[in-house]
């Protein structure tokens, strides 16, 4: 993996966690807005958080939230602009949508975008001395 690809990866998993945060106990709806998920498959993903009452803590509902995601974005594959994109998409679909108040994910797209123009440029193979200093 190049230095392009840590960072690309890094952005991603801090964009993974902190809509993991973000949505907290409204993950349900996130997960129905990305992908068809079944009753028991959001349990599924709830029950390794679940007390000895059976219930998710408030506090702790970004862990199946952050689950879900994780395994939701290996699905997508290894584009994480797809997968950022995918995701700044599922929770516009939202009702009350958090990318209205919450800009992180539009600056993220941006910024992963400009990654590739970076490596681009940074790495041509044009002559050195094409350049004027």
Same mark, same amino acid.
């Given at each position: 993996?190049? @230095?392009? %690809? ?6 991603? +998993? ?5 809509? #993991?945060? =973000?949505? $907290? %106990? ?7 807005? *990305? ?7 959001? +349990?599924?993903? =709830? ?5 000895? /009452?059976?219930?998710? !803590?408030? =506090? $702790? ?7 879900? *995601? ?6 997508? %594959?290894?584009?994480?602009? !797809?997968?950022?994109? =995918?995701? &700044? ?14 800009? &992180?994910?539009?600056?993220? *797209?941006?910024?992963? /975008? @400009? *990654? !590739?123009?970076?490596?681009?440029? $940074?790495?041509?193979?044009? #002559?050195? !001395? +094409?350049? $004027?200093?």
């Amino acid at each position: 993996m190049d @230095c392009q %690809g840590l960072v690309a990866r890094l952005v991603m +998993d801090f964009v993974l966690l902190t809509t #993991a945060v =973000e949505v $907290a %106990g409204r993950w349900r709806e996130l997960a129905e807005r *990305l992908v068809k998920v079944s009753r028991q498959q959001m +349990d599924a993903y =709830e029950a390794p958080h679940r007390d000895k /009452n059976g219930v998710v !803590d408030s =506090e $702790a509902m970004w862990k199946p939230a952050y689950d879900f *995601l994780v395994t939701w974005a290996a699905q997508i %594959g290894d584009s994480y602009r !797809d997968v950022i994109q =995918e995701l &700044h998409m599922g929770l516009d679909k939202m009702k009350s949508p958090i990318t209205k108040r919450w800009k &992180h994910l539009t600056g993220t *797209l941006i910024l992963v /975008n @400009c *990654l !590739d123009i970076l490596r681009s440029s $940074a790495f041509s193979p044009a #002559a050195q !001395d +094409d350049y $004027a200093i």
